[in-house]
Structure formats: structure tokens, C-alpha cells
């Protein structure tokens, strides 16, 4: 009886480790591809329409006459910020056209086509499913 227990337990153990997947982590669709490009592109335009906000206020300040020591060290920093806030949307806008790109290229659907058929009667048309495939290479 033990040796059945513990065998049973070992088939009870293999099962779970030798299991396949059920969601494929890799595999993106069109649709996953156009919403990681949207999102890009908006935290992109943010941070550019940010930094260069960040960047004129902090030129504003940095460069008044009357401004003093502490003034002009804000403005001088807040301008930084406003530059680097700039220089990180470039990647994100990138990264945005790299993604839509990927959308674009390959994409799958099914679609309903008709076909004339002669009958005794004379013509007519029938439907049959289609899975029409759009492949885009980039020379």
C-alpha cells in the first residue's frame, strides 16, 4: 500500500511539471501591437510637451535680470529636468513606430467569399470562409 501512495504521488507530480502552457507569453496580436504603439506614443508626446514646458519656464527663469542666486539655480535645473524629459520621448516615439510597424506588417483575417456556381436554373452565388493573410516585407 505504501509503494502505490508514493507512486501515485510521483504520477500527481509529473503531471504538473510536464504540462504544457495554456497562454503563449511570446505571441502578440495586431490588436496588442497597435495599444503598446498608442501608449507609447502618448507617454511620448507628454514627456516632449512636458520637457519643453519644463525647458522655456526654466529658461524664463535662469535668464530674468532681477533674478537671484536661487532663482536663476531653479530655473537652471528645472530647465535640465525639461531637457531630459525631452531626450527620453525620442526612444518612446522609436519604440511607438517600431510597434505600429510590427502591427502592420503581419496581419490575419478570416473573411466570407462568394463564388458563381451554374445550376439547372442558371447562376448563382455561394459563400465559403476564407483565411486571407497579409504579409509586408521590408526590403
Known sequence: MKEVMI???????????????????????????????????????????????????????STREEASFGTAATGVLLGGIGLASAIVSIPLFNASARNKGKAMNTSAYFDVRQFPVTTPSGSAFHSYPALSMILNFKH
Do not use: H, P, W
Request: proline fraction near 0%; charged fraction near 15%.
Open 7 to 61: 507512486s501515485f504521488i510521483i504520477i500527481l507530480m509529473s503531471v504538473n511539471s510536464f504540462c504544457q502552457q495554456s497562454n503563449s507569453v511570446g505571441q502578440q496580436t495586431r490588436e496588442d501591437y497597435l495599444k503598446k504603439s498608442k501608449n507609447q506614443k502618448t507617454t511620448a508626446c507628454v514627456l516632449l510637451a512636458g520637457g519643453v514646458v519644463a525647458l522655456g519656464a526654466g529658461l524664463v527663469l
